[in-house]
């Protein structure tokens, strides 16, 4: 659709009404023994007219502006070919325009959308459009007026098209102008000049229009700077309103006898200079408009985009400022410049007093904690920090550090107290590995005299008794495996960790190491240079160790295990990725699968195990500072796992 609504009544009647009218000025401007008017300006109305009405009824639009042209030029003495020919040539010009138009520049109104002449393109292709639509109506109404008897000649085409165009793009133009504004959606100038400037404007150009043409030297170009002034302090309306005033008192001094223009002896060529003057004018102003325009459009968005971006960082400040956690930002040089109020709290009770001074000295404290007696305490993770307090005791703090944008704006900490948790966390692994390690000896003892009961039932026949006692050493048995993951777990979650640098890759690398000790047939596909890690041995051997382990145990039948596995460095970290190509994990079980004894229903059919070793491994990589997920393979069989370890020191992306 290209209009909202029928025009009514009223509004038709008031088209038809301009159109009369200006009609007639252009009669009035036909010379002596000639039928050529001068100029033109009910062209624009028509094309207006045509762009309101509803496309469905453009033939009843176009029928009345052939009649009422006709019933002009009958009234005004045109002859009878004129009257005939004169008003199908104009009609098919106002078609012509809207048509193209409406193809070409969707966004107006009137051809689809809600804007003006607010952009160059619009500008550009609006005027092409123009030009081919009006070259159109002066081949057919120069043909009326040879119809006529006039004899035209070259000179007389090139008017008709001239005084065409000039009549549709100032009258096209400010009236659209003056639709969108009546519309109410013509935004205001951002920055704009107020009233007082406006009439200093106005009250210029009419006494530079005045002095301008009221001499003979051709200094009528000066107009234009005001022009400009105008289109780029107000609003696109007002400078083509201010072009379009200026141009018509251009004229009329011109049709006085005033001004360079005047001078000339033909007044065809008169006509023509005057009417290029006030396009000139015009498409300066709609030009330097519609470039101010898309400025606007540009500050509004940003000043938008602002205001969603203040209100972001409102409720991001809000939401840091209520978070336990602190939260540190520093720069290259690792000055603290953003901050949260726990890390102030943090800071204080490390070092009472100035803020930003207790800010640096924690920072200091985090980038050299204190090595000695407390990095050997087994509760303690890779990345907490013993803190002394101004008070003589000590916090720890469990420090996590993330390169932002790749390091380009900084550094974040995040500060954790986990003084509570780690002081009540040594008891309990004290205590699960105590449990543990005495439930193995009546196990051992169990195992023994099941042994000795089955050699005594062999070659008795009592066959019964001998898969019983079996059974029952199965269950020994995987009640001992049972108990030695948990005294891995244990290790795992609250043993002492010694981090140091450990090689993945190359024959004598850990990968390798790990392949032999769960016996793969093959050694594990990885690339030669992969990056090293810096963690606690024995903990990334358990680790890989489990991973490489399942890659054995819950192998496709008949297809023999294979393990492949690629690492990178990010930031401070190395992210590893293991790949197996046996059963797979099912979509549903790729959270649960690290949960504490959870294990399938397929699995629990086919393959034995206590569903403690993915737990495990999430235990080393999360005391590492890490995590570990369960991803889709992408392609063919099997499962991926992907995890982070702390990079080497100095290591490079």
Same mark, same amino acid.
């Given at each position: ?30 010379? @002596? ?72 520049? @969707? ?68 009236? =659209? ?7 109410? =959606? ?31 030297? @051709? ?361 197996? =190509? ?72």
């Amino acid at each position: 659709m290209t209009s909202v609504r029928v025009l009514g009544l009223p509004a038709a009647l008031g088209f038809a009404v301009a159109y009369v009218a200006l009609a007639l000025v252009g009669r009035a401007t036909v010379l @002596p023994g000639s039928s050529v008017s001068l100029v033109w300006p009910a062209a624009g109305v028509a094309v207006l007219w045509l762009l309101a009405e509803r496309s469905d009824r453009q033939v009843r639009v176009l029928l009345l502006v052939a009649v009422l042209l006709g019933v002009v030029l009958a009234v005004t003495g045109a002859d009878v070919p004129l009257v005939l020919l004169g008003g199908a040539g104009v009609a098919v010009q106002t078609w012509l325009v809207v048509a193209l138009v409406r193809r070409w520049c @969707p966004t107006l109104i009137g051809a689809g959308g809600e804007d003006s002449v607010h952009t160059l393109r619009t500008l550009a292709v609006g005027t092409g459009a123009v030009l081919v639509a009006c070259a159109v109506g002066a081949v057919l109404l120069t043909l009326a007026l040879w119809a006529a008897g006039d004899d035209p000649d070259l000179g007389d085409a090139v008017l008709v098209w001239g005084r065409q165009v000039a009549g549709t793009i100032v009258i096209g133009s400010v009236g =659209h102008l003056a639709w969108e504004w009546r519309r109410g =959606h013509a935004d205001p100038r951002v920055g704009g000049g107020g009233h007082a400037e406006l009439a200093v404007l106005w009250g210029m150009s009419a006494a530079a229009v005045v002095a301008m043409f009221l001499q003979p030297l @051709p200094l009528v170009f000066l107009l234009v700077p005001l022009t400009g002034w105008c289109a780029s302090r107000f609003t696109t309306f007002t400078a083509a309103l201010h072009a379009c005033a200026l141009g018509t008192v251009a004229l009329v001094l011109t049709a006085g006898g005033h001004g360079p223009i005047a001078r000339l002896d033909d007044p065809y060529v008169e006509a023509m200079g005057t009417q290029s003057f006030l396009l000139a004018l015009l498409l300066t102003a709609l030009a330097v408009g519609t470039l101010r325009d898309r400025v606007d459009d540009l500050v509004r968005q940003l000043v938008a985009a602002q205001a969603v971006s203040d209100a972001q960082a409102e409720l991001l400040s809000g939401m840091t400022g209520s978070m336990g956690e602190g939260l540190l930002v520093l720069d290259d040089e690792r000055r603290v410049t953003t901050h949260n109020a726990a890390s102030a709290r943090l800071a204080r009770r490390h070092l009472p007093g100035d803020e930003q001074r207790a800010l640096a000295a924690l920072v200091d404290l985090l980038d050299h904690p204190p090595r000695p007696a407390a990095w050997r305490r087994p509760e303690l993770g890779p990345g907490d920090v013993v803190v002394p307090l101004a008070d003589g005791g000590e916090m720890v703090l469990a420090v996590t550090s993330r390169p932002l944008a790749a390091g380009r704006l900084g550094t974040l900490l995040v500060v954790r107290e986990v003084t509570a948790h780690r002081s009540g966390f040594r008891p309990l692994v004290e205590f699960a590995s105590t449990a543990a390690h005495d439930l193995r000896g009546p196990l051992t003892t169990m195992r023994s005299w099941l042994s000795l009961v089955e050699h005594d039932l062999d070659g008795t026949g009592q066959d019964e008794a001998r898969d019983a006692v079996r059974r029952v050493d199965r269950s020994v048995v995987h009640m001992s495996e049972l108990i030695d993951d948990l005294l891995a777990q244990a290790a795992a979650e609250g043993g002492q960790l010694r981090p140091e640098v450990v090689v993945l890759g190359g024959s004598g690398g850990l990968l390798a190491e790990v392949a032999d000790l769960v016996g793969l047939d093959e050694p594990v596909v990885a690339p030669a240079d992969l990056p090293a890690v810096h963690a606690d041995p024995g903990a990334v051997r358990q680790l890989f160790a489990n991973l490489v382990g399942n890659c054995v145990k819950y192998a496709r039948p008949g297809v023999p295990p294979r393990v492949e596995v690629d690492a990178h460095v990010r930031g401070d970290r190395v992210v590893v990725e293991v790949r197996d =190509h046996g059963i797979g994990v099912p979509e549903a079980d790729r959270e649960r699968v690290f949960d504490r004894f959870h294990r399938s229903q397929e699995v629990q059919a086919s393959y034995t195990g206590t569903g403690l070793g993915l737990s495990l491994c999430r235990s080393i990589v999360e005391r590492h500072g890490g995590r570990i997920v369960c991803v889709a393979p992408g392609d063919g069989p099997g499962a991926v796992f992907r995890l982070d370890l702390p990079a080497v020191p100095g290591a490079r992306h």
